[in-house]
């Protein structure tokens, strides 16, 4: 579901020249804002991350045995 216009805000970022005009062209060959594709890069980064952090948790929980059934 996209954000309501009140709910969105913007940012800068400086780019080298050859990334830009790659993501420039990466866009239209494919028909996407680059907005778009910048929010959804980071969202999927984020969530990325998060999941990994969730992993690692995991990780060090300790296991427990399953019971065998007589």
């Known amino acids: 579901m996209m954000p309501k216009p009140a709910e969105m805000v ?4 400086t780019l080298t020249k050859p990334t830009k005009e790659l993501l ?3 866009c239209k060959k494919r028909g996407l ?3 778009h ?3 959804r ?3 999927e980064l984020l969530e990325d991350e998060m999941d990994k952090e ?8 300790e ?8």
């Open 63 to 70: 296991t427990v045995a399953w019971k065998k059934r007589a």
């Open 54 to 61: 969730i992993i690692e948790e995991r990780e060090l929980e």
């Open 10 to 13: 913007s940012f800068s970022t």
């Open 41 to 43: 890069a980071i969202a």
């Open 37 to 39: 594709l910048v929010e």
């Open 24 to 26: 420039e062209r990466f």
């Open 33 to 35: 804002r680059i907005n």
